[in-house]
């Protein structure tokens, strides 16, 4: 295969693959409405505004992230008193308590994992912009593993939602979901529709630009 040939992209050929089945059309979707001829899903080269779409998000998510992580994610009531705990300040008592395999496992799903999406994001939003033709296979390999990662951070709030079920023990002690989880809830879910909006295919459209 020549490098002319590896580098011609869909979008150059005036081809369009159906996002519904698949299908690569090998006629140009010129008409707005025009359908594919399999399954009737609207065709389109790339999703419409895909970069403001995924900005959106993006920035909604860091906006929500910071009191995700200053708020408390529980509250716990004994003999009634009441005291409230943030993501790092369970890490910490779990780290000192010996729980060490715990405390990693809720660090890294909770605060790494939630910052390194983010920063993998803002890269790829970037670097698109940018129209960069730099290494459009990492690249892509990088936005599959956001996106697959990506669930895995709501085990925090798996977790306060099995302490919540369990400890309830009337007027002796409890525990509460605090403003914190719903927060850290809400950055979940929008960084996977972060995830979702963002087109990778516009991170090959420059591929060959420079060869």
């Keep these: 295969m020549s490098l002319e040939q590896a580098s011609l992209t869909a979008l150059r050929a005036q081809r369009a693959s159906c996002h519904g089945c698949g299908l690569l059309v090998q006629e140009a979707p010129k008409e707005p ?109 990088i936005y599959r593993m956001v996106e697959f990662v990506g669930r895995w951070s709501m085990i925090d709030v798996f977790v306060v939602t099995i302490m919540v079920a369990l400890v309830q023990l009337g007027a002796v002690a409890s525990i509460a979901a605090g403003s914190g989880a719903i927060f850290f809830c809400a950055v979940v879910i929008i960084t996977m529709l972060a995830a979702e909006s963002f087109d990778p295919r516009l991170i090959w459209d420059k591929c060959g630009d420079n060869d």
């Design 33 to 141: 409405q025009k359908k594919c001829s399999r399954c009737g899903v609207p065709l389109h080269y790339r999703n419409a505004n895909s970069l403001n779409r995924t900005w959106a998000l993006l920035i909604t998510a860091i906006i929500f992230y910071i009191p995700a992580n200053l708020m408390p994610i529980t509250l716990t009531t004994a003999l009634g008193k009441t005291e409230g705990d943030t993501i790092m300040q369970g890490v910490i008592y779990f780290l000192f308590h010996g729980d060490w395999p715990v405390a990693l496992v809720i660090f890294t799903a909770s605060i790494l994992v939630p910052i390194l999406k983010m920063a993998a994001l803002i890269y790829l939003l970037v670097s698109v912009q940018r129209h960069s033709p730099h290494r459009p296979l990492e690249r892509t390999k």
